[in-house]
């Protein structure tokens, strides 16, 4: 078993499953199990200035061994997974030699990973593949990030003749849930641009992101008896519905797809006398986001033409924005990355990711952070799978990363 799946195998098994409303930070203080192995782990490899802070990021440095000056790289990934499914008692389990048939991912319950319904499977047809046995998530997305940069520093640390710079590597807690770079300390990080491990298929080079924000309603209605409801009652459910029936159909995520944007309807909630509505919002171009939050603000006006003045109460915050805006003035970070690639035999497939990353965030802190693949699938589920022969591959993009920059002026940002 190589190490980096070695290393992916024991990640996976920690649950890590963050929260949202949590009023800690991180907001699940299971997330430290991990971050605790990590450092020690770190510590094992002679990396220096192993930090866990009290917020829960884990931090090292691994020393240039060349003597001329170089850029210092960051290697970032997210620690916790996916609300969205459990996280406890991962089991994962080896697919060799993969043949392109269904996979039983457990028995008892019927449950199989078909191509049929998820048709990638094909192109891994010979290769290992890591599941589920159905009833967790595997949680790939992101400590396949994780293991693929331990696995890279491990590299390094052992390999003295690969040349490389300064390396800061970092993990972070609560990026599921939107918080995972809150207390990121960017000037005490010290990279002078950095890659997130947080993708999905061989290739992927992502540097454009959704722009993000939060709507929260609050939606105050007016309780009657309904034998004595005729011109008094104000139901707040009804009031939700036809708040929700003012925004375009087609602006709904499973009508959209690639650079389409979409305003989600994630929770709805409450009784005749109150309700409330959380959404997030979504658009690469920031225009179209701007547009989409007009739209939500000019139904809540009409709704209180409507109804009365304060039936609806909206709250709207931004969450983050564009990466692409920070990365582009800085075109020799992707040319590194693509530089990696091909010298792998790995060909960039640029997308832009309907999603976010801390790369986003951090981009906008100072920091440029594109974003790299890790060779996971069906992220948040689980049907998630991992490629072993990718996850490889993308450790290998960090240990040749770190080798060309060597090479680069540290001023060429």
Same mark, same amino acid.
């Given at each position: 078993?190589?190490?980096?799946?070695?290393?992916?195998?024991?990640? %996976?098994?920690?649950?890590?499953?963050?929260?949202?409303?949590?009023? !800690? +930070?991180?907001?699940?203080?299971?997330?430290?199990?991990?971050?605790?192995?990590?450092?020690?782990?770190?510590?094992?490899?002679?990396?220096?200035?192993? /930090?866990?802070? =009290?917020?829960?990021?884990?931090?090292?440095?691994?020393?240039?061994?060349?003597?001329?000056?170089?850029?210092?790289?960051?290697?970032?990934?997210?620690?916790?997974?996916?609300?969205?499914?459990?996280? !406890?008692?991962?089991?994962?389990?080896?697919?060799?030699?993969?043949?392109?048939?269904?996979?039983?991912?457990?028995?008892?319950?019927?449950?199989?990973?078909?191509?049929?319904?998820?048709?990638?499977?094909?192109?891994?047809?010979?290769?290992?593949? %890591?599941?589920?046995?159905?009833?967790?998530?595997? $949680?790939?997305?992101?400590?396949?990030?994780?293991?693929?940069?331990?696995?890279?520093? *491990?590299?390094?640390?052992?390999?003295?003749?690969?040349?490389?710079? /300064?390396?800061?590597?970092?993990?972070?807690?609560?990026?599921?849930?939107?918080?995972?770079?809150?207390?990121?300390?960017?000037?005490?990080?010290?990279?002078?641009?950095?890659?997130?491990?947080?993708?999905?298929?061989?290739? =992927?080079?992502?540097?454009?992101?959704?722009?993000?924000?939060?709507? =929260?309603?609050?939606?105050?209605? /007016?309780?009657?008896?309904?034998?004595?409801?005729?011109?008094?009652?104000?139901?707040?459910?009804?009031?939700?519905?036809?708040?929700?029936?003012?925004?375009?159909?087609?602006?709904?995520?499973?009508?959209?797809?690639?650079?389409?944007?979409?305003?989600?309807?994630?929770?709805?909630?409450?009784?005749?006398?109150?309700?409330?509505?959380?959404?997030?919002?979504?658009?690469?171009?920031?225009?179209?986001?701007?547009?989409?939050?007009?739209?939500?603000?000019?139904?809540?006006?009409?709704?209180?033409?409507?109804?009365?003045?304060? !039936?609806?109460?909206?709250?709207? /915050?931004?969450?983050? +924005?564009?990466?692409? =805006?920070?990365?582009?003035?800085?075109?020799?970070?992707?040319?590194?990355?693509?530089? *990696? +690639?091909?010298?792998?035999?790995?060909?960039?497939?640029? %997308?832009?990711?309907? $999603?976010?990353?801390?790369?986003?965030?951090?981009?906008?802190? $100072?920091?440029? !952070?594109?974003?790299?693949?890790?060779?996971?699938?069906?992220?948040? $589920?689980?049907?998630?799978?991992?490629?072993?022969?990718?996850?490889?591959?993308?450790?290998?993009?960090?240990?040749?990363?770190?080798?060309?920059?060597?090479?680069?002026?540290?001023?060429?940002?």
């Amino acid at each position: 078993m190589t190490d980096v799946l070695e290393r992916f195998l024991r990640y %996976v098994k920690i649950d890590t499953q963050s929260t949202y409303h949590s009023k !800690t +930070y991180p907001s699940t203080l299971k997330q430290l199990d991990l971050a605790r192995l990590l450092a020690d782990e770190l510590r094992v490899l002679n990396l220096t200035d192993v /930090k866990l802070d =009290e917020y829960g990021y884990v931090t090292a440095t691994l020393p240039s061994n060349v003597d001329h000056p170089t850029p210092t790289i960051g290697f970032i990934a997210h620690m916790d997974t996916s609300p969205a499914a459990s996280g !406890t008692d991962v089991r994962p389990r080896l697919v060799e030699n993969y043949d392109g048939s269904d996979i039983v991912l457990n028995e008892e319950q019927d449950i199989l990973l078909r191509p049929s319904l998820y048709p990638e499977l094909s192109k891994h047809i010979g290769e290992t593949l %890591v599941v589920t046995d159905g009833t967790t998530l595997l $949680g790939a997305d992101d400590k396949a990030g994780v293991a693929a940069i331990m696995s890279a520093m *491990a590299t390094l640390t052992a390999h003295s003749e690969i040349p490389h710079g /300064k390396v800061r590597v970092g993990f972070t807690p609560d990026e599921e849930v939107g918080a995972g770079v809150d207390h990121f300390d960017v000037a005490a990080f010290g990279a002078d641009f950095a890659f997130t491990m947080d993708g999905g298929p061989v290739g =992927e080079l992502a540097y454009e992101n959704f722009n993000a924000a939060g709507a =929260e309603l609050i939606i105050h209605g /007016k309780s009657f008896h309904p034998g004595d409801a005729k011109g008094k009652l104000v139901n707040a459910l009804q009031v939700a519905i036809d708040f929700h029936n003012l925004l375009p159909v087609f602006d709904r995520p499973e009508h959209t797809e690639k650079r389409e944007g979409f305003i989600h309807l994630v929770s709805l909630g409450g009784e005749a006398e109150e309700a409330r509505m959380e959404y997030i919002i979504r658009d690469h171009d920031r225009g179209l986001f701007e547009e989409k939050k007009t739209l939500m603000s000019q139904a809540a006006e009409y709704i209180n033409q409507r109804f009365g003045a304060g !039936t609806i109460e909206l709250h709207l /915050k931004d969450q983050y +924005y564009n990466m692409l =805006e920070k990365v582009a003035p800085h075109p020799e970070i992707l040319d590194l990355a693509r530089s *990696a +690639y091909r010298s792998l035999g790995v060909e960039p497939v640029e %997308v832009a990711v309907r $999603g976010g990353t801390d790369g986003s965030r951090l981009s906008f802190m $100072g920091l440029p !952070t594109p974003n790299l693949f890790t060779g996971g699938y069906n992220y948040h $589920g689980r049907f998630e799978y991992l490629s072993v022969e990718e996850l490889k591959l993308a450790s290998q993009v960090v240990v040749e990363i770190a080798r060309l920059a060597a090479n680069m002026s540290p001023t060429s940002r």
